[in-house]
């Protein structure tokens, strides 16, 4: 079983940068793809970034392209977001999620981790 806890949200302004971190803990989670979720109230979770095992391919909706990076560290069992250029609509619940798949995958759905969810707020 695997274990994500995530770390790093808060309020931030408009145009400024926040980082959120995910520990992964339990069996080794270095072979699957890893991802950043966020949901608004009252929607399904939406994908913000994705990133493969080896961290050679990823993935950024068309929404966060250019403002956020996602990264992962397998040794020490951490995944990033680094979220720069913030904007009012980033604001949001963030969820760390992993799956059992080594590709890179956009679905709520065929992600069987989550971790509780971290919120980030952008004032304007």
């Known amino acids: 079983q695997v274990q994500l806890v995530e770390s790093g949200g808060g309020l931030v302004q408009a145009g400024g940068s926040l980082r959120l971190s995910c520990a992964a803990s339990?069996?080794?989670?270095?072979?699957?793809?890893m991802a950043w979720f966020r949901q608004y109230p009252g929607k399904e979770r939406e994908i913000a970034a994705a990133i493969t095992w080896s961290g050679g391919s990823t993935y950024y909706a068309d929404s966060v392209k250019g403002r956020f990076a996602i990264s992962r560290d397998n040794a020490k069992n951490m995944v990033y977001l680094q979220m720069s250029s913030l904007k009012p609509e980033d604001t949001a619940i963030y969820y760390c999620a992993g799956s059992r798949l080594t590709n890179i995958v956009t679905s709520p759905h065929l992600y069987y981790y989550w971790g509780q969810g971290t919120q980030v707020t952008v004032s304007s």
């Open positions: 339990g069996r080794p989670f270095s072979t699957h793809t």
